[in-house]
């Protein structure tokens, strides 16, 4: 059997690669559509450029990373959590959590 021994600055590109953060959205942050506050039914969620709020009441998230395809948005929050939204237009978005399966339609709150 034949080993090959990596060059150390290739191990090291490779590490580093592997440990970096999640892909970031192709805009800057602030920019994406569904920045602001929503109305979605049984919450009013808000989303920052840094973080997630579920409702009024709660504390902010930090958002870890943005990945943006399309019209759909995942975020990876600081709490391990996973969630999407779907931005559909200027004053509806749908939003899915991939951890629970929770899935509300919003609407833009004005202001």
């Not at 994406?32 to 989303?47: E, I, K, Q, Y």
């Not at 990945?67 to 969630?83: E, H």
Request: aromatic fraction near 8%; glycine fraction near 6%.
């Amino acid at each position: 059997m034949t080993r090959h021994v990596l060059p150390a600055a290739l191990f090291s590109a490779l590490l580093i690669g592997a440990c970096s953060a999640p892909p970031t959205s192709p805009r800057p942050t602030d920019q994406l559509p569904f920045m602001g506050s929503w109305d979605c039914g049984a919450t009013t969620m808000t989303f920052t450029p840094t973080s997630y709020i579920p409702s009024n009441d709660a504390a902010p998230i930090t958002i870890r990373g943005f990945s943006t395809q399309n019209r759909v948005t995942t975020m990876t929050l600081a709490d391990g959590a996973v969630i999407q939204v779907q931005w559909k237009n200027d004053n509806q978005i749908s939003w899915l959590s991939q951890s629970t399966g929770d899935s509300f339609e919003c609407a833009r709150v004005a202001g």
